[in-house]
Structure formats: C-alpha cells, structure tokens
C-alpha cells in the first residue's frame, strides 16, 4: 500500500506563480525524497531532507519536514512550463546490505501554464 | 548514454503469456531495485539486489513473478501466466556507492499491457 498521500491531486497555475504540494506518511522514516515524472525523462530524484532536519533547499525548489506532523512541502517558485509533471513523495527505509526501500505516495499533478 | 536502461520500452501481450523484462543499471552500481507503477498511483516496490544477492522481496512479488540478477549487472524480471492486473509500468533503479545511499537512479521503465 502507499506510505504517503500528496495534496493536492492536481495543481494548475501561471508561469511564474509558485506551486506548494503536501505529503503525508504513515510510519517513522529515515529521509523523505522528493521525485518527478514526466513522459520525457522518466522518474528523477529532486531532493532529500533526513528525518532530523526540518528545512532544506535546492535551487528554485523548497521542502520542509514536520516529523511530528509526518507531513512534508515541496515548494516550487517561479514555476516554468518545463516544470510540468507529476510529483511524488517517497519515504525510504533502509534494508539489508545497505539497501533502501522507497515507499510513494500516490502524486500531485502539477501543471504550468504560459 | 550511461543512465540505466530497459528493454523493452513496451509490451503486448495476451493473458497466460510469459513475459521477460530486462534492466542495465549504471556500469558498477551494485543494487538494483524493481518497481511497478500502475496508473495514476506512485511506484511500488517488487525486489532489491545486491550484486547477484536478492535480499528483499515484496509481497506483490507473487509466485508468477521472477527476478534475477545472474552475475550482478543486469537484471531480469520474468512474469509467468500473465494477467490482465499485470499492466503496468516496471520500473529499475540502480545505486552505486556506499551503503544506505539514498538517491535512486531510475530507467524510462517498460510499459505492459496484458489483454
């Protein structure tokens, strides 16, 4: 079963807004990750904040983590038409042999329009 | 090109048919991870490898689903008596490094379609 809900579902805005998605998850986690998926490039990996931290950025992309909550943001500012995809949360666990197991939520849809 | 890669990119086929996925990690990633995405929902674990060692298999990994991973490079995941709730996109990811590396790098996927 999915570990994370995102929300929205889906996401319309202008080139040049900013678009805000939520995640929840269920169980405690080692990090949570940020992905996106267009038909174009497949599934990419945006960005990690660990389970101590609590705000991380990288370039036009925010996350924050409340672990209290088990909720996490993905900001987005100064969104661009190429930023069109869809967004998904994932949870890892770690496994044997220095592996980890990503668990993701079920997306949010966004799409920037000119 | 040296991102991973998966053949084929889609599939057809008719249910009870036996299917045969194959996934290139990146050159000297040592794990590999096998996902299944159906529509509309994220990816779902099926399997991880270490080198040739399957350490984890999920529950959605039934006993018509195969994977191996022979001599620690590629992989394959084999589907035996296909059913139409097989269609679905399977993913590969494969890490590199030191263990727990979290960053999974993931191949366009093949696209399958039971009818």
């Known amino acids: 079963s999915q570990q994370g809900e995102e929300d929205p579902q889906a996401l319309s805005i202008q080139e040049g807004e900013n678009a805000t998605m939520n995640c929840s998850y269920k169980t405690s986690i080692n990090n949570l990750q940020w992905y996106r998926q267009n038909s174009g490039r497949g599934l990419v990996h945006l960005i990690l904040i660990r389970s101590n931290e609590r705000e991380k950025h990288s370039g036009r992309l925010r996350v924050t983590l409340d672990t209290s909550k088990k909720s996490s943001s993905l900001l987005i500012t100064a969104s661009r038409a190429a930023d069109t995809a869809s967004y998904f949360c994932?949870?890892?666990?770690?496994?044997?042999?220095?592996?980890?197991?990503?668990?993701f939520g079920t997306g949010t849809q966004l799409k920037v329009e000119l | 090109d040296t991102g991973v890669s998966q053949n084929p990119r889609h599939k057809i086929t008719k249910r009870g048919q036996n299917v045969t996925f194959r996934c290139d990690p990146i050159?000297?990633?040592?794990?590999l991870y096998w996902y299944r995405q159906t529509l509309g929902q994220g990816p779902e674990f099926l399997t991880y490898?270490?080198?040739?060692?399957?350490?984890?298999k999920s529950r959605l990994l039934s006993d018509r689903f195969s994977a191996e991973r022979p001599k620690g490079s590629f992989s394959t995941l084999e589907i035996q008596r296909t059913e139409q709730g097989d269609s679905a996109m399977y993913l590969c990811?494969?890490?590199?490094?030191?263990?727990?590396?979290?960053?999974?790098?993931f191949g366009p996927g093949t696209r399958l379609l039971v009818l």
């Open positions: 994932a949870t890892d666990l770690y496994l044997t042999g220095g592996g980890n197991k990503l668990t």
């Open positions: 050159s000297e990633h040592n794990r």
């Open positions: 490898f270490q080198n040739e060692a399957q350490l984890e």
């Open positions: 990811a494969s890490v590199g490094g030191a263990a727990f590396q979290e960053t999974q790098y």
